[in-house]
């Protein structure tokens, strides 16, 4: 099991920057996958940034240049830092986990799959204002 907790959100005006923090315990044993997800009211759930155990990246595009994932394995933390941040970026923003198959040798593919996420934290509020 993983627990997550994640943290940074707030209130701030349209270009602006925020860091989000992702906060992993419990077993970790293995590989994973590790990614940022968001939920605007009335919206589907959106993938947002995905990292996988080798540090390759994914971007939704609507963040491409201006989001950026990261994750310090010594400290079993994941961060998403926002910048230029737009009122669109409003969402309650979750970090997500998977573990990694032993038989997965593509974990970038892999990590890219939105289905496979299976551990989420509570969610931290992201408010962007014009």
């Known amino acids: 099991q993983m627990q997550l907790a994640e943290s940074g959100g707030g209130s701030v005006q349209s270009g602006w920057s925020l860091r989000l923090t992702c906060i992993a315990s419990?077993?970790?044993?293995?590989?994973?996958?590790m990614g940022w997800f968001r939920q605007a009211p009335g919206k589907a759930r959106e993938r947002v940034a995905a990292?996988?155990?080798?540090?390759?990246?994914r971007y939704a595009d609507s963040v491409k240049g201006r989001f950026s994932i990261s994750h310090d394995s010594a400290k079993n933390t994941l961060y998403l830092q926002m910048n230029s941040l737009k009122p669109e970026d409003t969402a309650m923003y979750y970090c997500?986990?998977?573990?990694?198959?032993?038989?997965?040798?593509?974990?970038?593919?892999?990590?890219?799959?939105?289905?496979?996420?299976?551990?989420w934290g509570q969610g931290t509020q992201v408010t962007v204002s014009s």
């Open positions: 990292i996988d155990v080798g540090g390759s990246t």
């Open positions: 419990g077993t970790a044993y293995g590989r994973w996958c």
């Open positions: 997500a986990a998977a573990r990694i198959p032993d038989t997965v040798y593509s974990t970038s593919n892999y990590c890219g799959r939105v289905e496979i996420y299976n551990y």
